[in-house]
């Protein structure tokens, strides 16, 4: 039915919703029946500054704080929150929504609640000393904390009309042993029963969230059933109630959190439903007392979820053929060993294995070789002021983030030996004195700000397989006189700026023509080594004039103007490209912005505050909309270039844009917004914040919205069914993440991106086609999907989203979906350098592409963890496998190796102990650290040729490889060894090329070197065998 079909009274029942006084007055010029509409209204639906659009109006209703007030109005009512010594100071307003707050109680002297009371406030009640509480039927909140830590409290009731029990609300009721909930509560708050003492609560099954540690450290509860609409057991739920015996779960349930029963340490059995698909770590830590516990064999198992169960009888969880692949806590260890093999992944003592953040921000004593596992700032202290010269053993696989950063004035040189696989941001970064760095030939990405600052470092010795270069890398190496990158590295912004000193730099460029965006800053340096750049990025701050730039190229500008340089008139110059966010924010002086022909870009919030603006001109070149770059641009009357505004605005930034002409297509839409409306207004482009909305299990995304904003629907744990228009093009960052229900999404053709954790543990999604026209998509944009088990995606998508499928453990089966009407993207797919597989236990096949670039170079564990994957096949352009590529693949039997091959990488089949045979293709050159290590089942390496260099411990752990293979004939391996190899290939009747004992050999030969007159001392002068280079280095030869 049309609106003219309407009669004006049905009209003014529909206009009760309106939000705007503008769409009082459309309505009034549909047709001549509502012409008079208005004077049927004898109050205001909304707030008003006059009685001109009411005029008939007798009862006033303040719907803020700041609304006017009219004196002729018989009656006042105001909805708007007030405390209730507010509320004293208007006697002649009738008040429906009066909290009773704390400060209420101390200076007016308030014995018992006041009649007009809906709500009780921040510890309003906590300075009584009451036994018993009938909350009144009138009272509909509680704040947080509401009855914190009243001491003599032993029994409440709790109004019927209450709906959510607030966080920490009875926190500290140490005496509190009965508590009557209403039938129609729907959320328990986190922390709001801690530390009281009820045996039992009897919990309705109207909810639907309880919070985080809402009954932790109970000290008498006994027994608890869990209401079947709960789907989340939240982290410390009841974590430390010693007393607790007894627990019911629902069969709804899908995840278990973070220490949620530690240290129920009466509880005998947990019947845990089979839908439980996520454990999470701690989650039963000393739960002493427990017997038996069955999970799900898809369910993901968090570290030390069983750590101190002790008396466990019964224990099914999910293991590979009875083994537990991994396990780092000792105590559950010792628990899972009576039930399954779990595999040995301690490192001897007398070696680290990854040294942490800030690790050299402490002392660091060689001497205590042998005691430590992990050096931390916390553990210990001052020995930085010390350091010279660094070598990391071969034991460490990893540098964490700023490990030496800002390290000693005496620090001169680090090497890092080949075993080091990857580095964090900043490890180096403020090593002013050092001079040389020795970077392990096995890592191949540098990160973000590695060598920020070492003012002191001329020499860098790395690997020219390197294929990725983080923002900033050497910025400000003022002596460092030489780099040089292979042709398909990706360089970052700022790695070169303020290396004054260089004399040669090699990096990708087409002509001496750089593709990559620098920063204005690196543009003469390298010109002067001969580079022509194309694109610049410019932070601005307070002293940078825009005028003084040189404009020979294109140009993007972020960070903020100095209103010194802004004034009142601001034109720029051609050749910006992107303007950042908040760019010209809070320049109350600014009346007019011209942007420049070239602008394509510009950033959310780029005008925020503007309020003295008037004009702006935008390029019809200008594709890319920020969100709310018109907010407080209150006094904005004239837009030019543009038909129509592509950006996220809100309501009112809508007002000011069409009011000078220009259409919105996207307008914010937000969960307040859809309840006062109580329907979706038209021209609704964008969704945000539904967030932790519980009751909400059907969404119906309508037509015309265009964007589901950030965290949109994360953490609506009971939605279950989503119906998305085929107008939408983006979903944010998060929108879905956590919708533990959602079992079933069509995402849409006209999708063209998808954000990081956008449907991040949707434990019941079981499977999803994405669409031909999506572009881009987030890092673990379905990460944690444990239920998830078929994939339709375009092959660009699973190329280029990194992780995007990290620990999906049920899904089984990648469907390459055509793109024959984006064969634009297929001539140019990059590699997966994202790793988008990791962890997906039931992946048993993966079809590689096979119109991958040449360069192409997978990313590091892209497979690792794949614990079903049996055969897999690479495309002739594959030139590098990179580290832990197949880590664990513990099923994997056969690997075809492209022709193409140049190297393979540090651990890249590692624990692939299914693996028997392996053909080395004839063009390798290099094969790194442990790269077939643990492989227990390997017999058989076939050689193309015997020409290329590998670390020594490559064949570290295959006990049962008996024969090298070149030309279908039997040879001596030709290849030098690590004395721990040589043992293994002594007892096959291999014979090495070469010998050499290195440190990781150290732990089996200690004994022997100590002793005199060794017999291994003197074998190492004898034949083949040599003493490795830094063989003795932070070696304790003290006895």
Not at 310 to 330: A, R, S, V, Y
């Amino acid at each position: 039915m049309s609106l003219p079909q309407l009669d004006i009274y049905s009209v003014q029942i529909v206009s009760n919703h309106f939000k705007t006084a503008e769409d009082y007055l459309n309505v009034i010029c549909v047709c001549k029946k509502y012409q008079h509409l208005l004077d049927r209204f004898r109050y205001n639906p909304i707030s008003v500054v006059s009685t001109r659009l009411f005029p008939y109006m007798e009862t006033q209703h303040l719907y803020s704080e700041s609304d006017k007030i009219f004196k002729k109005t018989k009656k006042t009512i105001a909805w708007y929150p007030i405390f209730f010594f507010k509320t004293m100071k208007s006697p002649n307003i009738t008040f429906k929504n009066v909290i009773l707050g704390q400060n209420d109680l101390k200076n007016k002297k308030v014995l018992k609640i006041p009649k007009n009371t809906t709500a009780l406030g921040f510890k309003a009640m906590a300075m009584f000393h009451l036994a018993d509480i009938d909350i009144p039927s009138r009272i509909t909140r509680l704040a947080n904390k509401c009855f914190f830590e009243m001491g003599q409290l032993q029994n409440v009731t709790i109004s019927e009309n209450v709906s959510t029990i607030s966080d920490a609300c009875f926190s500290g009721c140490s005496l509190l042993t009965n508590v009557v909930l209403p039938k129609n509560v729907v959320t328990i708050g986190e922390s709001a029963f801690r530390l009281c003492s009820f045996q039992r609560i009897s919990l309705p099954e109207s909810i639907l969230l309880i919070k985080p540690n809402a009954f932790a450290q109970n000290s008498a509860l006994e027994d608890v059933v869990i209401p079947q609409n709960v789907v989340v057991i939240e982290s410390g739920l009841f974590s430390y109630c010693h007393r607790l015996r007894r627990v019911v779960l629902p069969h709804t349930l899908k995840k278990i959190s973070e220490n949620a029963f530690r240290n129920c340490s009466r509880v005998s059995i947990i019947d845990v439903p089979s839908g439980v698909l996520f454990c999470a770590k701690y989650a039963f830590k000393h739960c002493s007392a427990l017997q038996q516990m069955c999970l799900n064999q898809n369910c993901v198992v968090g570290e030390g979820a069983f750590s101190g169960c002790d008396f466990l009888t019964h224990l099914d969880i999910p293991n590979e053929d009875g083994m537990i692949k991994e396990c780092k806590d000792p105590q559950e260890k010792a628990v899972l060993s009576k039930f399954y093999t779990v595999a040995n992944n301690t490192i001897p003592r007398p070696y680290l294995k990854k040294l942490g953040r800030n690790s050299f921000d402490v002392e660091f004593d060689n001497s205590a070789r042998g005691l430590l596992f992990q050096i931390t700032k916390e553990s210990l202290e001052g020995m930085n002021q010390g350091l010279s010269n660094v070598f990391v053993p071969e034991t460490i696989e990893s540098l964490g983030g700023r490990c030496f950063s800002s390290c000693s004035t005496n620090l001169s040189s680090i090497a890092i030996s080949e075993s080091v696989t990857t580095i964090g941001e900043g490890a180096f970064s403020g090593c002013s004195h050092i001079i040389v760095l020795c970077i392990s030939r096995n890592v191949l990405e540098f990160p973000k700000e590695m060598c920020k600052n070492c003012e002191g470092l001329k020499t860098i010795d790395f690997s020219r397989n390197v294929y990725s270069v983080g923002e900033c890398c050497f910025q400000n190496c003022c002596s460092l006189k030489e780099l040089s990158f292979g042709d398909f590295c990706e360089i970052g912004m700022g790695c070169f700026e303020g290396c004054s000193s260089l004399t040669k730099l090699v990096i990708p460029s087409e002509n001496s023509t750089i593709k990559y965006k620098v920063v204005y800053e690196e543009v003469p340096l390298l010109k002067k080594l001969g580079y022509t750049c194309t694109s610049a990025h410019v932070t601005f701050d307070k002293a940078r004039n825009p005028e003084k730039l040189v404009y020979n190229m294109l140009m993007e500008f972020s960070g903020e103007i100095s209103s010194t340089f802004c004034g009142t008139n601001f034109k720029f110059l051609s050749g910006v490209t992107k303007i950042c966010s908040t760019f010209f924010h809070d320049q109350h002086n600014l009346k007019s912005i011209v942007f420049p022909s070239t602008l394509v870009e510009i950033g959310d919030k780029c005008l925020l505050n503007c309020d003295k603006l008037v004009r702006v001109t935008f390029p019809t070149s200008l594709t890319r909309f920020g969100d709310f770059v018109f907010e407080g641009c209150k006094n904005l009357v004239e837009i030019n270039g543009i038909t129509t505004w592509g950006g996220v605005v809100s309501d009112k930034e809508r007002r000011v844009i069409e009011l000078c002409g220009i259409k919105c297509s996207r307008i914010l839409l937000d969960g307040d917004g859809l309840v006062q409306n109580k329907m979706v207004p038209p021209n609704t482009g964008a969704f945000r914040c539904y967030t932790e909305n519980m009751e909400l299990e059907d969404v119906l995304v309508p037509q015309g919205v265009v964007v589901i904003c950030e965290v949109c629907f994360s953490q609506c744990y009971n939605l279950k069914r989503v119906s998305l228009s085929n107008t939408l093009e983006e979903i944010r960052a998060r929108a879905f993440e956590h919708c533990y229900s959602l079992s079933v999404i069509t995402i849409p053709d006209s999708v063209t991106f998808i954000g990081e954790k956008c449907f991040y543990s949707n434990l019941s999604l079981q499977q999803i086609k994405l669409p031909l026209a999506l572009c881009n998509i987030g890092e673990e944009a379905f990460g944690m999907c444990t239920s998830l088990c078929s994939v339709t995606a375009p092959k660009r998508v699973l190329l280029s989203g990194k992780s995007i499928f990290y620990r999906c453990v049920s899904l089984k089966e990648v469907v390459c979906s055509g793109d024959s009407n984006h064969s634009a993207f297929d001539s140019n797919i990059c590699a997966p350098r994202v790793a988008p597989f990791r962890y997906c236990q039931s992946l048993s096949q993966f079809d590689m592409p096979t119109n991958l670039l040449d360069h192409s170079l997978l990313m590091n564990s892209s497979f690792c963890g794949a614990t079903s994957l049996e055969t897999f096949v690479f495309s002739n352009s594959i030139c590098h496998l990179p580290n832990n590529l197949f880590d664990g693949c513990v099923s994997l039997k056969i690997v075809i190796l492209p022709d193409s091959l140049i190297s393979i990488g540090a651990y890249t089949f590692h624990k692939c102990i299914s693996l028997k045979e392996i053909t080395i293709p004839r063009h390798v050159e290099y094969i790194g650290s442990k790269a077939f290590a643990n492989c227990k089942s390997l017999e058989k390496v076939v050689l193309c040729n015997n020409i290329f260099e590998g670390s020594k411990n490559v064949f570290l752990g295959c006990d049962k490889i008996t024969s090298f293979v070149i030309g279908g004939q039997n040879v001596e391996c030709p290849y030098s060894v690590c004395f721990s190899v040589f043992v293994t290939f002594q007892k096959n009747n291999i014979k090495p090329s070469h010998v050499f004992i290195t440190q990781d050999d150290l732990a089996l030969v200690e004994k022997d070197i100590k002793k005199p007159n060794s017999q291994l001392v003197q074998d190492i002068t004898d034949g083949n065998v040599e003493v490795d280079k830094n063989c003795f280095k932070l070696f304790n030869t003290k006895t």
